[in-house]
């Protein structure tokens, strides 16, 4: 066992939680694969009850004994980079320090934890305008307002604005599709109501970016507290974004509507994302400097990140597949390959941000 995993504990299961439709996540679900959700899908279904339930007490006990036993060490950025390299994700604090910060001194304290999340995922409306074969079958289109799922929809946004909204410093909308495709999403940012939040800081956009055009930027009253936006583009390419991994995407509104945000000064943090497999590995380069040109005399803070590409039980990919593209493997053929243009990022720097590796950690000699 990590020392390192004695010496610092993860704050996800005690402050991050992921809403999916049929599930609840303190972390993402390749991650840390406990769903905690304790109920079926009633009317009456308290997702309270959940984040206090039985299933997630062992989580957070996981993370005070140091054992870690339901993460995933090796896919897990943050656990990759405590444990391979000499930094400490933000994830993570001192043990003691967390201890004093969170009252908890046994395994009774965590049992009796009544914290609410400070960190509320979106993930329980998958409609999107694309889609990509990492993560759907098919495109997913917006539900029929009188349907069970979009009801379902309305109803988890009600129980976290009645349930955790008090507590809440940071919205991410969406984990599961875009949130200006969804009708719920995109009204909910249009409409949004800063009062139901108090101690609000930020929202996260995790989108595509095809429809956050400079109409849309302009259109949403959540706009003052978007200061962080995600777009995972997964290719350095046209033809790569188009044809392979973000079926119905359109590379050049992409590129527009990034330079468009590029030059907006209420957003702080900007990250574009690359899943990585054998399909675009050798275009690592290439999205760096395709993003990196845009935000270059930008007063955002451009965020490179690369992830592996895992299996999603939603996708085209089959397990197997998914283990004949992962690059990342050292028993993959062109795994040699790889590496070497994985060290062509290493070390490279963006205008205020960073470039990470990120779950690759293990994989670059000397980090």
Known sequence: MSEKLQKYVCRNPFTYLDVQYTSQWICCPSWAPTDI???????????LNNWRGEKVLDIRKSMLDGSYRHCNHTICPALSKLINTDEVPEEFIEKEEFLKTFNITSAEDVENYQGLPEYILFGFDRSCNLRCPSCRKEQVPNAHIDSDRFKREVFLLEQIEEKFASNVKRLMITGSGDPFYSKLYRNYLIDFDPKKYPKLEEIQIITNGNLLTEKMWHSLGA????????????????????NVTRLNGDWHKLLANIKFL???DSIKHFIVSMVVSEYNYTEMEQFYNVFNEIFAESKISLHIHYRQHVHWETGVYSPSEVKNISVFDPHHPKHTDFLQELMKIHGKKTNLGAVVGHNFHHLIPGS
């Open 223 to 242: 706009r003052p507290f978007i200061k962080r936006i995600e777009i995972s583009v997964d290719a350095g390419t046209q033809n790569t974004y188009e």
């Open 262 to 264: 590029s030059t907006q």
């Open 37 to 47: 959700r304790l109920e079926t899908m009633a009317k009456d279904e308290d997702l």
